[in-house]
């Protein structure tokens, strides 16, 4: 892999912070309030990401990509089971109130809300296609083991709020068009690429906005939240490069892997703390610490698996 890579992924991270720097200062000026954040992240998560998503697969049928795909999504199952092991034995429950948001943060990515404006940002869209079988693996985690651990009891409740995810429900139509070789008219395709393209300054001003409000410096004083986030942002990445090396595919795909496993703590980690009653704020401040750090630990991550 080139090594321009990496400073083509320094360049992205750095636009991408600038459009959290404009929505943390939007929050601080009273344009985005709480409320009006937590509608525009639902905007975002129930309609613009899945369009994105939706319309990586709105391409011409290349099976020489499917390899990759399946790739990625192996992968994805292969690193989340490696961290998931260590993560349960380092953050166990005895006198550990904080278990449930640690274990989830170490393990799952987010690689939706911030791999995909990632690789828009670098020009990379066809990786998208790609990243979608990382974010459906993600997904699948989130609804079932995250909702596991947070209500610490099994639900069928969540498995049915997996399959009407509109993340989910996008990727699977989009594999059913591309795999099935089903025609998209412009004018369903071209609505879904203009929502799409929306998805990275979106997702960055939500950011930014949850950064103003979050108090990160509490999270800083416990030890516990750091080993989390080195775990999400070091670990898992550095054995997503470790899988590429001894099984590799082509290079769009490997890079895609490492890059969503590098990316930080799922976004609905203090959601799910929330509506079960759990620290929350505690959930908020991992999650914001870990897009901070990412911004330095994604390049350099980069540059190590450039290396190869």
Sequence with gaps: MDTSVASMVVTAVLKLGVMGVVGFVAAKLGCLNEQRTSAVSKVLADIILPM???????????????????????????????????????????????????????????AGFVGIPLFTMMGLNDSIFYLSAYVMIANVLLWTYTVLCYKEEFSKSSIISLFKSPTIIAIFVGLIIYFGKIPVPALISGPVASMGAACGPIAMFVTGAILARTDIIGVMKRFNGWLAIAMKLVLQPLLAILFCKLFPSSDSAMFCLVIAAGCPVLTLCPVLAMQYGKDEKYAAGVLCLSMLLCMATIPVMAAIYAMF
């Design 52 to 110: 994105l998503l939706l319309n990586s697969f709105l391409t011409k049928y290349d099976a020489s990509r499917n390899a990759g795909y399946f790739y990625v999504l192996i992968g994805a199952v292969v690193l989340n089971l490696l961290v998931m092991v260590p993560a349960t034995l380092v953050f166990p429950k005895k006198n550990n109130p904080q278990w449930a948001t640690d274990r989830n943060s170490a393990i799952i990515s987010n």
